[in-house]
RNA sequence: GACUGGGUAGCUCAGCUGGUAGAGCAGCGGCCUUUUAAGCCGUUGGUCGAGGGUUCGAGUCCCUCCCCGGUCACCA
């Protein structure tokens, strides 16, 4: 650190370089530079180019200078030969650090070996970088290190930029395709009075003027709803949830969830929907159809399978839902406690032992019509009531998408509210209360309709391949380190 | 939250049953006009995550705590 400190000092005071640079016209991006490459010419004939990036590799060998540069659309090398630079532009090639930023002009050509070169007839400072880089073959390693300085990592590690890049073109993607099927993007609040729409811990937060607490909302759910009571045919929202639960591989306290509301739809609506974005964002985004994630290859090309619950428990477990019998002994075996639990809350917890896993829950599986009892929320079949019409989609052995026909009748909708607020504990009951304006809503009439939650930083770790959350979120949260009551001092 | 693995130089890592803290890269000083992790010669660099304990002596053994990864739990 103190050696580029003083070296900054030396350009300035011995070169007369302003070591955080200006505004250039005409750069063109490494991967283009590379492109202008034609083999056929050679001295003044060779394309010129106006390049910039950061200095990777820096071989100095005397009078003539190798800088590999990086920029997010790959790396290029630059050779600064004393012949062919002025004399300043040669002395600040020669004082160029691993970490710099620089910018270098000249025709586009080869070396000896082969590889395409820009042999400079200009070099600049476009940023000094004050501190020391990470190691040049291994990089960084450390986890820890990667996303507490994920700057660093970014260009480091060039699959960290990829990643970033191809979670832009998915979301974008996503937007494309909804948007052509009619629908409007639409912000609701975020901070929310009354935290609704899923089972989950909200941040609490506290406004000043109105003096009154709120929450990070948990889910957009219940507003996108209000939209579609208010007139609104086809509602989407991309946009952050919070929720004060656990930290895992799959979960970051924000995350990025796609709802999405359908009037005069219903879940069946929803599966083609989702069968349809994700395909083509494989196609679209990524290139291809099959894509490895944690050991297995996905196949996103073939129509996903279709099942509902009840076939596939019968499936693993080789009895109907119905054989209560059965299915305590079932439950024994799995050591499950049975005693005194309801049929289906009883069912579910062998489903979860049974049913779910990579070997079944691997490809693209959209399992469909819970039973009702698990799914209070959810408008039942009609002529059906056992059922709910709902289906989960799991992919990779997770959860990645979650649909319903939504419920649109006030009283059934306020009834599996009291019920749900009845069974909660007092932690719980701080923070849950009745939505009254919700249910004044669904009084003025919300139309039927199919809805779908989409876990967008999940569909994002499939499609890129990467095996955890924080890897698909640029500034993943971390504890702050201190050390010694200091915070700590960035270095690499 | 539980279990488990880890934290040693700026980075990547070694350090055995306790005996003066090491390497490579980076850095610094030299040489070198076609290198490819350039090379060669010389060289600087450490609160061994923090605190306590055992011991003549602790990176190493014991205790407490902090941070990170993984698995599980909660959840999406």
Known sequence: MADRQAKLARLRTELGVDPYGQRVDGLISLAAAKALFKPELEGDARP?????????????????????????????????????VDEKAF???KLVDLGDVI????????????????WASGVEMAVKSLAPPPEKWKGLQDPELRYRRRYVDMYVNPEVMTVLQQRSGIISGVRRYLENRGYTEVETPMLQPIPGGAA???????????????????APELYLKRLLVGGMPKVFEINRNFRNEGISPRHNPEFTMLELYEAFADYQVMMDIAEGVIRKLAQDVIGKTTIAFRGLEIDYGKPFRR???????????????SAHDRLVQKARELHLESAG????????????????????????IFVM??????????????????VAERFELYIAGMEIANAYTELNDPAVQEANFRQQLAGLDDE?????????????????????????GIGIDRLIMLLTGMASIRDVIAFPLMKPVTSGGEAETPSA
């Open 48 to 84: 010129v180019a106006a390049v910039a990036g950061r200095v990777v590799l820096h071989r100095d060998i005397g009078k003539l200078i190798f800088m590999t540069v990086r920029d997010s659309t790959g790396d290029l090398q630059v050779a600064v030969s004393k012949k062919a």
């Open 91 to 93: 002395e600040l090639a």
């Open 103 to 118: 910018v270098a002009r000249g025709p586009v050509g080869v070396t000896k070996t082969g590889e395409v070169t820009v």
């Open 200 to 218: 989950a811990r909200p941040f609490v937060t506290h406004h000043n003027a109105l003096d009154i607490d709120l929450y990070l909302r948990i």
């Open 307 to 321: 099942a509902t619950y009840f076939e596939l428990f019968e499936e693993a477990n080789g009895f109907p839902v």
């Open 341 to 364: 639990k309801a049929h289906d809350v009883l069912l579910q917890e062998v489903w979860e032992r049974t049913v779910e896993g990579e070997e079944r829950f691997g490809q693209p």
């Open 369 to 386: 019509d819970y039973p009702a009892s698990l799914c209070p929320l959810t408008r039942p079949k009609p002529g059906n009531a056992a």
């Open 428 to 452: 719980q009951a701080n923070f849950r209360n009745l939505d009254e304006d919700f249910l004044n809503a669904l009084k003025v009439g919300m139309p039927p309709a199919g809805g779908m």
